[in-house]
């Protein structure tokens, strides 16, 4: 375990660091902050909701733009160091290919998470400014949304191996995300099509239920939310399927 | 079979875990109306497949209901146009002429559709809900509508008690009796998200019954909290008038 963890966490702190230096990065959370400051106006507009429009929008544009930042951050996170050649030096080193491709993904995660927290920072500072103050469904709302990056972070990942570009992963990226909020209605849709257990049926289910974790859209229903354990253990199986993935394409990949 | 596609099935079975657990967490998603209950509006159909596949329902309907109330907020041409007409009438004799109840209110086509469509991306907007019911009911003077409204909000929300509520006062706006619809829309009104429109025929409502000290407490809490200003003000000439009154 200590064989596989500890270069990967070297890896993922290193990468942690490149992810928060890169010029991507400020931009996304420049921009994000921009657009949380620009929605006070859409506050403005609803009157007595304004609270809720922005929360509704707050937490809508920083999972946006996480979205955007997971997608190209995890599609460029190895193909931008074969173009480069780092990969030789960190394969050249006693770094299993397994901890690499670990500590690639948790350094996603981690920047998506310090992402989402700087713009919560703001996002909360802004709210607290206009006499609303953000409570527990809000950060259990970030909480969920940081699961729906994480996953479809991992699943870029995957795809990333076998992409012919890193703009086509991104674009996959894209579109699961897409389709992972139409999940239940795709399963369905291909159930009454192809009939109860046909390979429509089991293709639709290749889609991860996005719908799972978007808690942001019934913060007023009571027990809307998925249970933590459910969603984390979801996630999970969605990250350890994209890790294994991952690996059993790049083990045998020629650099 | 080549390595790569070996590579690749190998790599498929590591889903297999993601899958079994997806059949369990099927059971969850947001109560919220299918995709195929969603109505057109204003040729919203990209907007609302955009709202869906970004996950991002609630926000969308935010934006129509500020739409919503944009479009009854903005005088209609038909006003002016009922306006004139009543200046071109002639009353030489003194006569007055009967237009009809609501005859200068407008008709706003649109009202209905919106209202839907705010119900169809998040039926647990109860705001934009009761907003909508109450103005068909009290400002539109199309109770019936009204009701339909509440209905569907109330078949997709069925906990929300607040639509029980405005439902149950509505049923009772035929009769004389405003005491027992305050007593229905009272805790609707005391919630700090409640439409100022509902509080302010509430408070009317209360004072035509004759309980003048719910009057002021509904007057006093538009006056302090209310964001339309002209609310606000009406709201405390109301209130120097009932304690002229009781003084």
Redesign the interface.
């Known amino acids: 375990m200590k064989a596989l963890f500890s270069p990967a966490l070297r890896v993922a702190s290193h990468s942690l660091r490149l992810h928060l230096r890169d010029r991507f990065f400020g931009l996304f959370l420049l921009f994000s902050l921009l657009l949380i400051y620009s929605s006070l106006l859409v506050g403005v507009m609803a009157v007595y909701q304004e609270r809720r429009a922005l929360v509704d929008f707050g937490l809508a544009l920083m999972e946006l733009m996480g979205l955007a930042f997971c997608v190209y951050a995890s599609a460029t996170a190895v193909s931008s160091e074969v173009e480069t050649k780092t990969i030789y030096l960190v394969f050249s080193r006693p770094v299993p290919r397994h901890s690499y491709l670990l500590g690639k993904m948790l350094a996603v995660f981690g920047a998506a998470a310090l992402l989402l927290a700087a713009t919560a920072v703001m996002h909360s500072s802004l709210l607290l400014l206009r006499g609303h103050s953000p409570d527990g469904l809000y950060f259990a709302a970030l909480g969920y949304s940081w699961l729906k990056l994480t996953l479809i972070s991992s699943l870029v990942f995957a795809v990333s191996m076998f992409a012919t570009s890193s703009l086509s992963a991104m674009v996959i990226g894209f579109i699961l995300w897409m389709l992972g909020h139409f999940a239940p209605e795709t399963v369905f849709m291909a159930a009454r099509a192809g009939g109860e257990g046909s390979a429509l049926e089991f293709l639709a289910r290749l889609i991860p239920n996005l719908q799972l974790f978007n808690f942001k859209d019934a913060l007023d229903v009571p027990g809307a939310a998925a249970p933590p354990a459910l969603a984390l253990a979801y996630a999970a199986a969605w990250w350890a399927g994209s890790y294994g993935f991952a690996w059993a394409l790049l083990r045998r990949k020629e650099f | 079979m080549s390595?790569r596609v070996k590579?690749?099935l190998?790599?498929?079975?590591?889903?297999?875990?993601?899958?079994?657990?997806?059949l369990?967490?099927?059971r969850?998603?947001?109560?919220?109306p299918?995709?195929?209950d969603i109505r057109e509006v204003r040729r919203s159909a990209a907007e609302d497949a955009a709202a869906?596949?970004?996950?991002?329902?609630?926000?969308f309907a935010?934006?129509w209901?500020?739409r919503l109330?944009?479009y009854y907020g903005t005088r209609e041409s038909v006003h002016d146009e009922r306006i004139q007409e009543h200046r071109e009438h002639h009353h030489a004799d003194g006569s007055v002429c009967d237009h009809g109840p609501g005859w200068e209110k407008g008709e706003y086509p649109e009202f209905i559709p919106l209202s839907l469509h705010v119900i169809d991306l998040?039926p647990?907007?109860?705001?934009?809900v009761i907003y909508s019911a109450a103005s068909l009911a009290y400002n539109l003077n199309k109770p019936a509508e009204a009701r339909t409204i509440l209905e569907l909000a109330i078949s997709r929300?069925p906990?929300e008690w607040r639509y029980h509520s405005v439902l149950a006062a509505l049923g009772h706006s035929g009769e004389e009796n405003p005491g027992e619809i305050v007593r229905l829309l009272l805790p609707v009104v005391r919630q700090p998200?409640c439409?100022?429109m509902l509080k302010n025929q509430t408070a009317f409502l209360s004072k035509r019954a004759g309980d003048y000290s719910t009057a002021a407490e509904i007057y006093r809490d538009i006056a302090e909290n209310?964001?339309?200003k002209e609310y606000a003000e009406r709201a405390l000439r109301e209130l120097e008038k009932i304690e002229g009154r009781t003084r």
């Open positions: 390595p590579d690749l190998l790599g498929l079975l590591f889903f297999l875990p993601a899958l079994a657990l997806g369990r967490a099927e969850y998603r947001p109560p919220l299918a995709v195929s869906v596949s970004l996950g991002a329902r609630r926000l935010d934006v209901f500020i109330m944009q998040d647990w907007f109860h705001s934009a929300a906990r998200d439409p100022t209310a964001p339309e």
